[in-house]
């Protein structure tokens, strides 16, 4: 599910990749490379990708298999239900796409699952990325010391406005927002991180900072938001978590800039 996440992502971005491959990654965790210690600077620095995070690519027919009708009609009800569904904003047709080089993406939230792959993607593709994180030592431990031209870090907390300084969008032509926390109370809770403070008071804090010369913003969201009072989705919303993603998404679809929704 994270890697068609992410193939979507770079789709939304207008990012070329060839028609018949398939991404593939590997777990951070495996990587057995030592990391660099580096100096962090109050503000920002720079920092590096781990060979770990580098993207092959396969052809899809090599994953080709047989089944047999019935097997497919059993397996159909469950493909439904996690069904991933992208939204865009009406002009999104009216994007022409651009080089690469003339790209820089804001990644909010990149040190979480997806935006692992996230920054993995733009940097195997060349495309100078900037991540918003609240931890830079984070930032550190993940990915290593790189050059500024292709990577660099932002301390910044989307659940405080203050922290959204506009020098922070300086040059930034498109955004992906990452940022999340779990479904039912959990450690990750714990300092004020709940689905209410990160899935709707960080998103709009995010989307209200943005300058309008951003040529799109991207939003990974969840499925069954529009189906939270049906089971299963009523159970995973018992503490609002798809509410709040909802009022994330309306607060996007009303501000007047280019969009995309990805929710997966």
Not at 241 to 246: A, D, H, P, Q
């Amino acid at each position: 599910m994270l890697a068609l996440s992410l193939m979507r992502l770079v789709r939304a971005l207008k990012f070329p990749i060839p028609m018949a491959t398939q991404l593939i990654f590997t777990p951070l965790s495996s990587s057995p490379v030592a990391l660099d210690r580096f100096s962090i600077a109050p503000r920002r620095s720079a920092v590096s990708v781990r060979p770990s995070l580098s993207i092959s690519r396969r052809s899809s027919s090599s994953e080709t298999s047989t089944s047999s009708p019935s097997r497919r009609a059993a397996a159909a009800p469950v493909v439904n239900a996690v069904k991933e569904e992208v939204i865009e904003s009406p002009a999104a047709d009216s994007e022409a796409p651009s080089s690469a080089s003339s790209k820089l993406v804001l990644v909010a939230g990149g040190s979480g699952g997806v935006g692992q792959l996230v920054v993995a993607s733009l940097l195997e593709r060349n495309i100078k990325t900037r991540l918003l994180l609240r931890d830079l030592d984070k930032a550190n431990s993940l990915f290593g010391q790189q050059d500024e031209e292709r990577l660099q870090v932002w301390q910044g907390d989307t659940r405080n406005p203050e922290d959204l300084d506009p020098s922070m969008f300086e040059g930034v032509t498109h955004v992906i927002c990452c940022t999340g926390t779990t479904a039912f109370p959990s450690k990750r809770w714990e300092g004020d991180n709940s689905p209410e403070r990160v899935d709707w008071e960080g998103v709009r804090n995010l989307i209200s900072a943005l300058p309008s010369s951003i040529k799109r913003v991207v939003l990974v969201s969840s499925v069954g938001i529009t189906k939270s009072n049906e089971l299963p989705w009523s159970i995973m919303n018992l503490f609002g978590v798809l509410k709040y993603k909802k009022m994330g998404e309306d607060f996007l679809r009303q501000s007047g800039l280019p969009f995309t929704i990805l929710r997966g």
